[in-house]
């Protein structure tokens, strides 16, 4: 199975900050990578589709990139709206697997 | 609008069974592969199942494989899941969303205990 790592798993920001959360691949997915919003008591929101394809609605602040097996959403400029819980997932092949999460939390 | 409404969670013994439905509208579900995923409390995210939209694909976590089934109904618009076994770990919200997992359903809790 492909197994991905989310780091850092919780990251104290302020307003304003450029934030990055890294999901490395064990295994070659390509570009087939999603990031999660989850905020408490929702449901997830996809952010990022196709390691680096904005959803649809998602503000322009949000961006992701790849760098061979590492995946990364960077938040360019950090809103209070921001905080949150954020996932990646690999969607290459089945299992399908979702990175452990980044807590995004106000310094 | 697109709407997913998951139903038929609840309080269940270990080793027994239930069966979760999803409700579609908003769209042409016949045309979208689905999926489950649940999310154990104060936990992450973990996929449960895919289905593919004539039902031709069907894949399975190792997690449930074996006790839990896919299955979908497209003249009822409706996605299940039917989970046979239960086991305290299989506690969780469980979500379904469409293919793409750009809209998911608001979940459905599943608690597994005597």
């Known amino acids: 199975d492909i197994q991905m790592t989310q780091s850092p798993s919780s990251l104290p920001a302020s307003l304003g900050d450029r934030v990055t959360i890294t999901c490395r691949a064990s295994?070659?997915?390509?570009?087939?990578l999603r990031w999660f919003q989850q905020k408490p008591g929702k449901s997830p929101r996809l952010m990022i589709y196709?390691?680096?394809n904005l959803a649809a609605g998602v503000p322009s602040r949000f961006s992701g990139s790849r760098s061979g097996s590492d995946y990364s959403l960077t938040i360019s400029s950090l809103e209070s709206e921001d905080m949150a819980d954020y996932y990646c997932?690999?969607?290459?092949?089945?299992?399908?697997?979702f990175g452990s999460g980044t807590k995004l939390e106000i310094k | 609008e697109v709407q997913l409404v998951e139903s038929g969670g609840g309080l269940v013994q270990p080793g027994r069974s239930l069966k979760l439905s999803c409700l579609a509208s908003?769209?042409?579900?016949?045309?979208?592969?689905m999926n489950w995923i649940r999310q154990a409390p104060g936990k992450g995210l973990e996929w449960v199942a895919s289905?593919?939209?004539?039902?031709?694909?069907?894949y399975y976590a190792d997690t449930v494989k074996g006790r839990f089934t896919i299955s979908r109904d497209n003249a009822k618009n409706t996605l299940y899941l039917q989970m046979t076994s239960l086991r305290s770990e299989d506690t969780a919200l469980y979500y379904c969303?469409?293919?793409?997992?750009?809209?998911w359903g608001q979940g459905v809790m599943v608690t597994v205990s005597s």
């Open positions: 969303a469409r293919t793409g997992l750009d809209y």
């Open positions: 289905i593919s939209s004539s039902s031709s694909y069907i």
């Open positions: 295994q070659d997915i390509g570009n087939y």
């Open positions: 997932l690999q969607s290459k092949e089945s299992p399908f697997t």
């Open positions: 908003g769209f042409t579900f016949s045309n979208y592969g």
């Open positions: 196709g390691a680096t």
